[in-house]
Each structure stands twice: as structure tokens, then as C-alpha cells.
């Protein structure tokens, strides 16, 4: 009778085992430490994406605006007044809207910051209402438009003549108002500081002012839009 002998079969100790399962668990921990940063880089990348968005949207909406404002006496008021007003937390002024806007025509805009301040911050405002008087079968009933959170500081600042030397040319300073004048400012600088500590870049918009039409050295007969129609000195 034959004894057939059986060649002893490969195997890992357990020694060999657990050095094996301790290896793996060391790269699997390496890996999940490195997808979880990747992660978050991407997630602070996409914050940062959306904050730059952000700020770039609205300073682009302030600049346009501001850069069409139109020197307006508001004369059908029952008091009439000058249509640009500022100081340092809101702003208003008469620009037209584009061709591509639902609304057309000359619009008076109120920028704001709402009167208190929350747990996260203040709110910037906008009001549009049209410039000219409705008629008696036309209501305007639209609320403000909220396009700026959570504000921690938010400051208007004028560069213009002294309203002391209004038609001086070496007396222009910058200004925290600019109240009860019958000239625009030749510059509007905005600066913006979010409750997250954010500051974004100044911006510095420059009023379309034609000295060649008199806007700023003749005041009785300024150049705008009188009764619907433009009017020149």
C-alpha cells in the first residue's frame, strides 16, 4: 500500500496578519485625512468663489449706477429739492434704468442701511420709485430690496468743493455729507467691512459731470430734465 504525502500549503502567521491589518489601517487613515482636506479646501474655495461673487455683483450694480446719475431738480415736490442727497450710510440719486429692465425710465434710488442691527449684522437697502410724480390710476407698492448681509460697518464719502466755495476748484475735499447742494459730487467712494472681519476694496465711482454744459458753475440753470425734457443752460 502506498502512502501518498501531502506538500504542506503556503500560509501567514497571525504575526504576519496583524502587521498586515495595522499597514492598511495606516493608509486608510492617511487616505480619509486626505480626502477630508481636500474637502475642506474646496469647501473654503468655494466660500471664497461666492464671497469675490458677491462683492463683485454689488460693487458693479453701485458703480453703474452712480456713474449714470443725473443731475435732476425735483421741482414737483412739494419741497423741492436737489435730487443727489448723501451722508455716510445712505445715498440718493436719479439714474435711468437700462433698456433691458422691466421698468423704464428715470428712477429715484434710495440706498440704505436698515435703522438696527441684528445678531449677524446690518442689511443694505434698496429703494426704486420713479422719478416723476404717478398719475392718480397708478400705484407704486414694491418694498425694498435687501442686497447686502450681515454689514458690520458700511460708509458713503464725497469728494467735492467745499460747500462754502462751491464753484472752487482748489477746494475740494472729501466729505462725509453732501446735503442741501444744487451740484453733484465729483466723486462717491464706497467702504464696505463685514461682521466676518472682510473688507472689501474701496470702490471709487466718478460722477458723469459736463462742465462744457455749466452743471457745476451755473446752478440757476442747471443741465437735466425739466418737466420730462431735457433742458440745458
Given at each position: 500500500m502506498k502512502t501518498v504525502l501531502k506538500a504542506k500549503q503556503p500560509g501567514f502567521t497571525l504575526l504576519e496578519v496583524l502587521l498586515g491589518m495595522s499597514i492598511m489601517s495606516i493608509m486608510m487613515l492617511l487616505l480619509f485625512a486626505s480626502l477630508r482636506i481636500c474637502v475642506q479646501n474646496w469647501n473654503a474655495g468655494e466660500k471664497k468663489i461666492a464671497q469675490v461673487s458677491q462683492a463683485a455683483i454689488i460693487q458693479n450694480f453701485?458703480?453703474?449706477?452712480?456713474?449714470?446719475t443725473?443731475?435732476?431738480?425735483?421741482?414737483?415736490?412739494?419741497e423741492p429739492q436737489f435730487s443727489f442727497q448723501g451722508d455716510r450710510e445712505k445715498i440718493q440719486f436719479a439714474a435711468a434704468m437700462p433698456a433691458s429692465a422691466s421698468r423704464l425710465g428715470l428712477q429715484l434710488f434710495n440706498i440704505s442701511m436698515n435703522t438696527s442691527a441684528g445678531e449677524e449684522g446690518r442689511?443694505?437697502?434698496?429703494d426704486i420709485q420713479p422719478f416723476f410724480p404717478l398719475g392718480d390710476d397708478e400705484q407704486w407698492n414694491?418694498?425694498?430690496?435687501?442686497i447686502l448681509t450681515k454689514i458690520h460697518t458700511l460708509r458713503f464719502a464725497y469728494f467735492g468743493p467745499d460747500s462754502n466755495d462751491p464753484n472752487g476748484d482748489d477746494g475740494s475735499v472729501w466729505q462725509d455729507e453732501w446735503l442741501e447742494r444744487q451740484i453733484?459730487?465729483?466723486?462717491?467712494?464706497?467702504?464696505?467691512?463685514?461682521?466676518?472681519?472682510?473688507?472689501?476694496?474701496?470702490?471709487?465711482?466718478?460722477l458723469k459731470i459736463d462742465r462744457t454744459l455749466?452743471?457745476?458753475?451755473?446752478?440757476?440753470?442747471?443741465?437735466?430734465?425739466?418737466?420730462g425734457k431735457f433742458a440745458k443752460p
Open positions: 453701485l458703480q453703474n449706477k452712480l456713474h449714470a443725473l443731475p435732476l431738480n425735483a421741482d414737483f415736490l412739494e442689511q443694505l437697502l434698496v414694491e418694498e425694498p430690496v435687501i453733484l459730487p465729483r466723486l462717491v467712494s464706497i467702504d464696505v467691512e463685514l461682521t466676518n472681519g472682510e473688507v472689501w476694496p474701496q470702490l471709487v465711482v466718478a455749466g452743471t457745476e458753475a451755473n446752478t440757476e440753470s442747471p443741465f437735466g430734465i425739466v418737466d
